[in-house]
């Protein structure tokens, strides 16, 4: 119940702050996407099910709320949940490095998706200047702010975590 709140929390959170203080944040025009950071490292943290789930309810907010086209950052947030878990269920999860480079990836094919869907439902943009003028700069600030989100999200989950094995242990000695 604890986790199922503070992932409430963090999604309440994610969304008030990428849509009012981001904006205000933004450099050059470019506004960081908070919501791919904390769709990778919980699908790191937590594995591919608990990722594709939590992406997916990221996505459906977003969508709701801020997208035009209804059901394409709720399918993009389920695939990076579940490819983001997918491959690092075991690996050392204190490697602070790891998913600065995994948001990475994940901006580049969510921008590409966005390109795709910019072309399919706006008509034609030119590719070169998509990437040169949106999808390099905001990959690169997304990717500054992973380290710092990974780590608080790490910190989190560990205190969840830790709550729940002493709650665990407390129900199994009755």
């Known amino acids: 119940m604890l986790r199922i709140f503070l992932l409430a929390m963090l999604l309440l959170a994610n969304f008030i702050a990428q849509t009012t203080l981001w904006p205000e944040l933004a450099i050059l025009g470019v506004v960081p996407d ?15 099910i608990e990722g594709a789930i939590f992406g997916l309810a990221v996505g459906l907010v977003a969508d709701i709320f801020t997208g035009v086209h209804v059901g394409t950052y709720a399918l993009m947030g389920f695939v990076m949940g579940y490819v983001s878990g997918k491959p690092f ?11 600065f480079f995994v948001v990475m990836v994940m901006m580049v094919l969510s921008q590409l998706l966005a390109y795709m869907v910019h072309i399919v439902f706006v008509g034609r943009l030119e590719f ?4 040169h003028a949106v999808a390099l700069p905001t990959m690169v600030y997304t990717a500054a702010l992973a380290i710092p989100l990974y780590s608080f999200l790490h910190y989190c989950n560990n205190k969840v975590e830790a709550y729940e094995e002493k709650r665990r242990a407390f129900f199994e000695n009755k």
Not at 89 to 99: A, E, V
Request: no cysteine; aromatic share 26%; proline share 3%.
């Open 34 to 48: 908070t919501a791919v950071i904390l769709i990778v490292s919980y699908g790191m943290l937590r594995g591919e």
């Open 89 to 99: 269920k075991d690996y050392f999860k204190d490697n602070f490095f790891l998913p």
């Open 128 to 131: 070169w200047f998509f990437v």
